[in-house]
Nanobody, 122 residues
């Protein structure tokens, strides 16, 4: 089992920045690829970004490329999502998730955090 706890969400104006953190505990954090997903009201959960176990490879949804950066610090059992140039359409609950290998499909992830709310005002 891996326990995940997100933090760093909040209210920000359009064009602003936030950095989300996801702290892992339990099994060896570096054994898992990590993903960030988001879910807006009335919408399905969607892929945002993912990072390989070592951090050597990263993957992004097209709508965040150039604005968001995923990174991880395995010594701290933490994965980050730096979000810049935020837009009102980025408003959602953001979740981190863990899986043995990278995937963009949320249904394939085994472990999830409780989510953190990000609200971007216009």
């Amino acid at each position: 089992q891996v326990q995940l706890v997100e933090s760093g969400g909040g209210l920000v104006q359009a064009g602003g920045s936030l950095r989300l953190s996801c702290a892992g505990s339990g099994r060896t954090f570096s054994n898992y690829a990590m993903g960030w997903f988001r879910q807006a009201p009335g919408k399905e959960r969607e892929f945002v970004a993912a990072i390989s176990r070592s951090g050597s490879f990263t993957y992004y949804a097209d709508f965040v490329k150039g604005r968001f950066t995923i990174s991880r610090d395995n010594a701290k059992n933490t994965v980050y999502l730096q979000m810049n140039s935020l837009k009102p359409e980025d408003t959602a609950v953001y979740y981190c998730a863990a899986r043995w290998v990278y995937s963009t499909d949320p249904r394939e992830y085994n472990y999830w955090g409780q989510g953190t709310q990000v609200t971007v005002s216009s």
